[in-house]
């Protein structure tokens, strides 16, 4: 069984024209950068449904670790450094999901991922389709970092595909029988192209 860690999922809707410009700050200061304070970043995404949003993730071994790790990156030199420059480019980075799972590798030869957000009904009953890979759900423990606003008040179960599985894996599957089955409103299904970078991308196992 993969063991589980806190896992953010984050979309950034950024300035019109900015998303690249973001995404070259990100891979050359915030990657290392995040890891050096104990951070594991995982997959980064341009979103093929809209142009103006950057996805990705990250995790980490617990909610103490996370919040350690984030003091330690968001008070430190790198993001001193270039947060103008990052924040330039955005208007909204409060879309971040808090999840519980085991994170998510990109396969090295993903051309297209497909992420799925589901609301349902009773979440502790809701069983993802078959093809669904590294399944989350929320993590309800409280945010022990304010200053970085995460979603509440909501109830999600996220999974993973890559191209073929997303073909055998609908957008909406068909609640059964059994009100413990149905969705609380559509989910978000997002098409997402991985960010290319030099040597594969890595399973979000962050050191303990």
């Known amino acids: 069984m993969d063991t589980t ?3 953010e999922l984050r979309q950034y809707t950024v300035r019109p024209g900015a998303r690249d ?4 700050l990100f891979e050359r200061e915030f990657v290392t950068g995040q890891e050096a304070a104990g951070i594991r970043v995982g997959g980064r995404f341009r979103d093929l449904d809209d142009p103006d949003r950057f996805v990705w993730m990250r995790a980490f071994p617990d909610m103490a670790a996370r919040t350690r790790a984030l003091h330690a990156f ?5 993001w001193r450094a270039h947060r103008d420059a990052a924040n330039a480019t955005m208007t909204d980075s409060d879309d971040v999901l808090l999840l519980r799972g085991p994170g998510y590798r990109v396969p090295d030869d993903a051309g297209l991922v497909v992420a799925t957000v589901c609301h349902p009904a009773d979440p ?4 993802p389709p078959a093809a669904a890979r590294a399944v989350h759900r929320t993590e309800h423990a409280a945010n022990g970092f304010p200053a970085l606003p995460v979603r509440t008040g909501e109830d999600v179960v996220v999974w993973f595909a890559d191209r073929a599985e997303a073909d055998a894996c609908p957008g909406e599957p068909a609640p059964p029988a059994g009100s413990e089955r149905r969705l609380l409103r559509p989910p978000q299904r997002l ?7 030099r040597g594969p991308q890595r399973r979000m196992s962050p050191r303990s």
């Open 5 to 7: 860690h806190i896992v």
């Open 21 to 24: 410009t973001l995404i070259e």
């Open 74 to 78: 968001y008070d430190g030199p790198v």
């Open 124 to 127: 502790p009953g809701f069983t």
């Open 191 to 197: 098409r997402l192209a991985p960010v290319r970078v």
